[in-house]
Nanobody, 123 residues
Framework: QVQLVESGGGLVQAGGSLRLSCAAS????????MGWFRQAPGKEREFVAA????????YYTDSVKGRFTISRDNAKNTVYLRMNSLKPEDTAVYYC????????????????WGQGTQVTVSS
């Protein structure tokens, strides 16, 4: 069982930056692939980024490539999402998720989800 708690969301102007954090409970964090997803009002949840167990492999949806960076610190049981050059269309609730897959992607099955953190980008 893994519990995930996101933090770091907020209101930022377009072009600004935020860093989201996702703290995980349990001593087996390093054996979970981790992903970030987001859901905007009236839209379906969409994949944003994923990282492998070690953090050596990362994967992004096209719309955030070059702007967002996913990373993890297994010693701190935490995964991060650094978001630069934010756009109004990045406004959404951001969720982190955990999977037992070593190299997760957008269509992987994620077993555990956090409660989400709101990111609002003003124009």
């Amino acid at each position: 069982q893994v519990q995930l708690v996101e933090s770091g969301g907020g209101l930022v102007q377009a072009g600004g930056s935020l860093r989201l954090s996702c703290a995980a409970s349990g001593r087996t964090f390093s054996t979970y692939g981790m992903g970030w997803f987001r859901q905007a009002p009236g839209k379906e949840r969409e994949f944003v980024a994923a990282t492998s167990w070690s953090g050596a492999n990362t994967y992004y949806t096209d719309s955030v490539k070059g702007r967002f960076t996913i990373s993890r610190d297994n010693a701190k049981n935490t995964v991060y999402l650094r978001m630069n050059s934010l756009k109004p269309e990045d406004t959404a609730v951001y969720y982190c998720a955990a999977t037992t897959l070593v190299f997760p992607r957008e269509n992987s099955v994620y077993d555990y989800w956090g409660q989400g953190t709101q990111v609002t980008v003003s124009s």
